[in-house]
C-alpha cells in the first residue's frame, strides 16, 4: 500500500507534530509564568515531554527515551525532592519594584531578539544535506557511538545529572539551617 492509499496520513503527521509543539510550548509557558516551584516543575516536565515526542517525530526514539529519562526521569523529581525537604516557610508578599517591571520587559525583548534571530536562521540558512546513516541502530551500535563520537554528550549529560543532584541538596539544606 502507498501513501495515495491513505490520504489522512498526511494531516494525521501534521497533527502529532502539531500536538508536539504545542505541548512543548505550553509547558515551557507553565515553567516560566507560574509563581509555585511546583507548578514550575511540573510545566518543566510536560515541556520535556513535548520534546521528547519531537524526538520521536524526527526518527530518533532513542533520544526520545532519554529526554524522558534524564529530564523527566531525574532531574525533575530530583528538584522535586529538594522542594519536598526544604522547610514550608514562605517569604512576606511585597509589591513588585519598578526595576523588576523594567528587567521584565527588557528580557521579553532580548528573547524576542533572539527567536527572530533563530527563526531567520532557521529560514534563511545555507543548510547541508544530513549525512548518511552508517549504523543499523540497534542497542550495540548506540552504545558504540555514545562512547567513541558521543563521549562528550555523554559526559554533558552526567554533568547536568550532577548539578541537579547538588542543587536539589542546596535547595533542601537552605530550608533547614536558619541563620
Avoid: Q
Avoid at 515553567?31 to 518543566?44: C, E, H, K, N
Avoid at 519536598?84 to 509589591?95: N, Q
Avoid at 519594584?97 to 528580557?107: D, E, K, T, Y
Amino acid at each position: 500500500m502507498t501513501a495515495a492509499a491513505f490520504p489522512f496520513t498526511d494531516n494525521l503527521v501534521a497533527g502529532v507534530f502539531i500536538l508536539a509543539v504545542t505541548t512543548t510550548v505550553a509547558g515551557a509557558l507553565i515553567a516560566a509564568l507560574s509563581t509555585r516551584i511546583i507548578r514550575g516543575v511540573a510545566g518543566l516536565m510536560v515541556c520535556c515531554l513535548g520534546l521528547a515526542g519531537l524526538y520521536y517525530f524526527l526518527r530518533s526514539p532513542f533520544l526520545a527515551l532519554m529526554e524522558i529519562l534524564i529530564y523527566v526521569g531525574a532531574v525533575c523529581v530530583t528538584i522535586i525532592f529538594g522542594v519536598m525537604l526544604s522547610e514550608p516557610d514562605e517569604p512576606a508578599k511585597t509589591e513588585k519594584p519598578v526595576h523588576a517591571i523594567l528587567w521584565g520587559g527588557a528580557s521579553l525583548l532580548v528573547s524576542l531578539m533572539i527567536f527572530w534571530g533563530v527563526s531567520r536562521l532557521s529560514l534563511h540558512g545555507a543548510w547541508t544535506a544530513p549525512a548518511a546513516r552508517v549504523t543499523d541502530g540497534s542497542i550495540k551500535a548506540i552504545g558504540v557511538s555514545l562512547l567513541t563520537s558521543y563521549s562528550m554528550a555523554f559526559e554533558l549529560i552526567s554533568l547536568v545529572l550532577l548539578v541537579a543532584i547538588l542543587g536539589a541538596l542546596v535547595i533542601a539544606r537552605m530550608g533547614r539551617t536558619k541563620a
